[in-house]
């Protein structure tokens, strides 16, 4: 038996992904999310959070996506938004401080919310990025968070949030038998993150993300999927 978390990214993009996010919880297999506090939506994610506490709410990260809660001016461009993936993964030159302190203050912000708050990942995987290791590994440290591996290895000096993470439910790989197939990949014991990304459909999804239309394929696969016998819900 394989132990299963279905972690929603994007949870407080927009009023769209955020009811996405609670439907796929309350008439599905999604277990768990973590939330962007600098996007437009986080403050009606805080209160749909509130409203269903069995989900679990991490925090979702963000330094490519929207505008930062703090004064960082090495890390957004001439209208004050976060640069994009492309320049930030590719900055040799990164201004570690400054992500540091605007990831503190994302992080304070979910805190203030009174929302528990269970794990930490990021928007992009920018958490991955080399040189914000000992960033990542102070937070966590500091806030007592499990953080998402990578694949199935694990970022070092941090408590890990999973065994194993899965990013393939995603785009032309989404699959109605998706959870029919997973425990086939991993052996007995294994607890297993699948990163998913359910939405419905609005102006700032359809003009702001490059990943949209699939969000309610997402969705639907979510609310009408039954897990295999070999397959538990963490």
Same mark, same amino acid.
């Given at each position: ?14 009023? /769209? ?6 439907? /796929? ?16 939506? *986080?403050?009606? *994610?805080?209160?749909? *959070? ?33 640069? #994009? ?19 503190? /203050? ?14 930490? !990942? ?19 440290? #500091? ?33 109605? !038998?998706?959870?029919? #197939?997973? *425990? ?51």
């Amino acid at each position: 038996m394989i132990k299963l978390i279905v972690n929603s990214d994007d949870f407080g993009y927009s009023r /769209a992904i955020n009811f996405g996010v609670i439907d /796929a919880h309350k008439y599905g297999i999604l277990n768990s999310a973590t939330l962007m506090t600098n996007m437009p939506g *986080a403050e009606h *994610a805080f209160q749909l *959070a509130k409203e269903n506490p069995e989900l679990q709410v991490g925090i979702h990260l963000v330094l490519t996506c929207g505008k930062p809660l703090t004064n960082v001016p090495d890390l957004v461009d001439e209208d004050g938004y976060f640069k #994009k993936n492309s320049i930030i993964f590719n900055d040799p030159n990164l201004n570690v401080e400054q992500v540091e302190q605007e990831w503190t /203050a994302q992080i304070e912000k979910f805190l203030a919310s009174g929302v528990p708050l269970t794990h930490m !990942d990021s928007h992009h995987h920018a958490h991955g990025i080399p040189l914000l290791l000992p960033v990542v590994q102070r937070l966590s440290k #500091k806030y007592n968070l499990p953080v998402r591996c990578s694949g199935d290895v694990q970022i070092e000096g941090v408590p890990a949030f999973s065994d194993v993470l899965t990013t393939d439910f995603y785009g032309e790989t989404l699959t109605f !038998d998706y959870f029919e #197939k997973l *425990a086939d990949r991993f052996p007995d014991g294994t607890v297993v993150e699948v990163m998913a990304h359910p939405g419905y459909l609005d102006s700032s999804v359809l003009t702001g993300s490059s990943y949209n239309v699939d969000r309610v394929k997402e969705l639907e696969i979510l609310t009408t999927v039954k897990l295999p016998d070999n397959i538990q819900l963490a």
